[in-house]
């Protein structure tokens, strides 16, 4: 592979006019980004003065300052230049920085107060309002800066508990998340990015039914994505059709109260609560249900509103690298990042249909050579973006220097599958998608490894650690090795040999990283990757995903415009076919010199098992998270869709999602033409009359045009005009 030329050929800038560019590399030169995606790189990526004038010329342009920024935090000129020339090789050949990387890296000079980083956690909430009041306050700072953030709202005593100092009585978490709500859609119209939250709730909160249910309020905690926090000891309730009881951390003289009845949960926060020698909170029963009926709960809600979501919380902190030190009980708004509080992540992906040589046909292959080096370079740029993070809380600085956590995954796996003729939820299917994963971890720890020795590993991992008894409970095995209550024991032996997910590697690897330690404590999760894909992948499917379709629309958020805008998008698989075998495919084609093979297929075509099947394939490798939506019909049964997160258990995730288009409820981002053809929206005006349309039909309002889908949207939302 060459990369000598990469610097000097990323010189040649050129000018506004190629904005266009062809996707280099093998016999698919020539394909031209289409439109869409240049106008998505141009709004979201490009780099512009505060006039609104371009300094990123082209797309290259882009991939060069991304490269610069990075490769400065190389010691001395020499390995600058060197690892510069390799960063813009990597880039275009299939690295892809996360949209905050890509935005922001080496844009200082015109907007110094962004971050490279996607996902944060907040810290875990005080149960008190000034606790609250500046959890508010910190998030604003964190979502100016750009980045996303999760929050645990269980820790907030339920709806009626009596506050002492105030004397009255509380309204519950459910009323504070208002208030974040609020501060986050401010906060994303004053600063042109759409601001991201994930809220979290413990499935044993006595206020969990009321979590459940809030977004079936119009325009309620819009400005989040909602998950509950699932235990393995609620899922085998659920089976067992057991009582569930709902608790709360008690107050000293509940504990003394006969009347009381005690329980032991692990929990959020130990701080100020009593605790046994196994680390667990002491709580108050407030109430008990049937497991089954909050799970069926759970079901209708997901169902209808497609969230909550579903975090098994037990499954996260058992394979966490850093189970040694960290409670995880939040993620960021996707759900791909589990962190801990004050946590932070930066993510990036490989564009899997880069390697494909000979596509569509029966000498298609993937390039595993290239592949590994790709990801090996790319390990080496994603850390470097710790350097320069500007992370805009003290706290969140300190967490991710400390672990120098990077999420690396991969994009465009359903387009690379149907380009290597196979079908997605196949068995060769997923063994593909496995051996994707284990490389890309297998290479990424084997670097990470070389880094330490280069630059100096984690810190957090050369820590000593007291053995304690709670640590013995979760890893017995360290008392057949011979460690006891009190003795030390360094981070990175507690990750290398102890860690459950660095255990399904091999011994030689495990005892590096317990020798030598890593650069970094976690490597790789697979996020959505919706702009990126779309706009540098040429709509390559997102993440993990199957393409959502090969012709369908986007709904995107334009400054200034009222409602969304429908944009129409081409899949990259069926742009690469016409480009290689038949100009005029499409599909759904009745006509034999248009229509598709048939291993090219959609989100629609899968079952939802098969959505589990993929999403387990690769989570075996992947240390941190998936985010992944299974995507079911509108007609789907609700009994087999209840099937799919109990799936989901049973097949060890960490956590599951799903969207039944529901035109009754909103609008999603992704829309098929078929499904507004088939949509009819009511509205009232202002005599009285109620008129029916399409959901695809144009109406104009208020000056402008809309789609009768997002302007029914919209006006129902509450969000129309406040773009």
Request: charged share 25%; aromatic share 10%; glycine share 8%.
């Amino acid at each position: 592979m060459k990369m000598a030329n990469a610097a000097a050929d990323n010189e040649q800038q050129g000018s506004a006019d190629k904005e266009n560019r062809s996707i280099s590399g093998g016999s698919l030169d020539g394909l031209a980004l289409q439109p869409a995606s240049v106008d998505i790189w141009d709004k979201k990526y490009r780099l512009k003065t505060m006039e609104g004038e371009p300094v990123d010329a082209t797309i290259e342009a882009t991939y060069d300052r991304v490269a610069r920024a990075l490769s400065g935090a190389e010691t001395g000129k020499a390995k600058q230049e060197e690892w510069y020339a390799k960063f813009v090789w990597a880039l275009q050949n299939g690295a892809i920085p996360a949209g905050r990387i890509t935005s922001n890296a080496g844009a200082q000079a015109h907007k110094p107060a962004t971050s490279t980083i996607n996902c944060t956690v907040s810290n875990t909430i005080p149960d008190s309002m000034d606790g609250v009041l500046r959890s508010v306050h910190e998030a604003g700072l964190t979502l100016k800066a750009g980045c996303g953030i999760g929050y645990e709202f269980s820790t907030l005593r339920p709806k009626g508990a009596f506050v002492s100092g105030a004397g009255a009585y509380t309204s519950g978490p459910l009323s504070f998340m208002d208030i974040f709500d609020s501060m986050c859609f401010t906060v994303s119209s004053a600063g042109g990015r759409r601001g991201a939250q994930m809220g979290t709730f413990d499935i044993s909160h006595p206020d969990i039914q009321d979590f459940i249910r809030a977004k079936r309020e119009d325009g309620r905690l819009r400005q989040f994505n909602l998950s509950c926090l699932i235990t393995d000891e609620f899922m085998q309730a659920v089976k067992a059709d057991a009582d569930w009881p709902l608790s709360f951390p008690a107050a000293p003289h509940e504990l003394e109260d006969e009347r009381v009845e005690i329980i032991w949960r692990n929990w959020a926060s130990t701080d100020g609560y009593t605790t046994n020698d196994r680390g667990e909170v002491a709580c108050r029963v407030f109430n008990t249900i049937p497991a089954r009926k909050l799970w069926n709960q759970i079901m209708s809600s997901t169902y209808d509103y497609a969230e909550p979501g579903f975090i098994l919380v037990d499954k996260i902190n058992q394979m966490n690298n850093n189970w040694f030190c960290e409670n995880i009980r939040a993620t960021n708004p996707c759900g791909e990042q589990p962190l801990p509080p004050y946590g932070a992540c930066l993510l990036g992906s490989v564009n899997l249909t880069r390697f494909v040589e000979n596509p569509f046909t029966d000498e298609a292959r993937f390039n595993w050579d290239k592949y590994r080096e790709v990801v090996s370079v790319f390990s080496r740029m994603l850390d470097n973006v710790v350097e320069i993070n500007g992370l805009p809380l003290e706290q969140q600085r300190k967490e991710i220097m400390s672990k120098r956590r990077h999420g690396m995954g991969f994009l465009g796996l359903g387009s690379t599958l149907t380009m290597l003729q196979m079908k997605y939820g196949s068995e060769q299917s997923l063994e593909f998608t496995e051996e994707v994963a284990r490389q890309m971890a297998e290479v990424g720890w084997h670097t990470g490894i070389e880094l330490a020795e280069e630059k100096g590993c984690a810190p957090v991992l050369l820590e000593e650690f007291e053995v304690t008894t709670e640590m013995l409970a979760r890893r017995p095995e360290m008392k057949r090795d011979g460690y006891n209550l009190g003795d030390m024991v360094t981070g990175s032996v507690l990750m290398g040999r102890y860690s459950r997910y660095m255990q399904q590697f091999p011994k030689a690897l495990q005892n590096q990283i317990a020798e030598k330690g890593c650069r970094y404590t976690h490597h790789t999760s697979i996020a959505p990757t919706g702009t990126i894909s779309l706009s540098l992948g040429n709509n390559a499917s997102n993440g993990i995903e199957p393409s959502f379709g090969h012709m369908y629309s986007r709904n995107v958020i334009r400054e200034g415009k009222k409602s969304k805008e429908k944009v129409d998008v081409f899949s990259y698989e069926l742009l690469a076919y016409r480009h290689l075998i038949n100009p005029e495919a499409k599909p759904y084609s009745e006509l034999e010199n248009e229509q598709l093979p048939d291993y090219f297929i959609t989100a629609d075509d899968i079952k939802p098992r098969q959505h589990v099947d993929v999403q387990a394939a690769a989570q075996k490798w992947i240390d941190s998270s998936i985010s992944k939506t299974a995507n079911v019909p509108t007609d789907f049964p609700f009994e087999d869709f209840q099937d799919i997160y109990q799936y989901a258990w049973e097949k060890g995730l960490k956590g599951c999602t799903t969207f039944r288009f529901n035109p009754e409820v909103f609008q999603g981002v992704l829309v098929k033409e078929q499904d507004l053809e088939n949509t009819l929206y009511r509205f009232t005006l202002d005599n009285g009359e109620v008129v029916e349309v399409k959901g695809n039909e144009e109406i104009e309002y208020d000056g402008e045009m809309h789609t009768a889908a997002n302007l029914f949207d919209a006006l129902k939302e509450g969000y129309y005009g406040r773009f």
